[in-house]
């Protein structure tokens, strides 16, 4: 059996990937959305399902946000 003494490569890592798409990769992303909400059309109901629950979780958040404040524990 042959042992393999070269050091491994540590792999990429992804702090230094950097992602320089910008304004474009925007207006790409929203493409691919429409593009989907119109060729599946169970898809659309499956969006405004998701928008008027992440509204309704939103809303509910700020509610119990601000009847319950964060209370920082005593430092003593």
């Known amino acids: ?27 790409v992303a929203v493409g691919f959305v429409v593009m989907g909400l119109i060729g599946v059309p169970v898809a659309r109901w499956v969006f405004i ?6 509204a309704i979780g939103a809303a509910f958040l700020t509610y119990w946000h601000r ?5 920082p524990p005593s430092l003593r």
């Open 1 to 27: 059996m042959k042992t393999n003494d070269a050091p491994r490569h540590p792999g990429i890592t992804m702090h230094k990937i950097t992602v320089g798409a910008g304004g474009a990769g925007t207006i």
């Open 67 to 71: 009847n319950h404040p964060l209370k």
């Open 49 to 54: 399902f998701s928008l008027v629950a992440g």
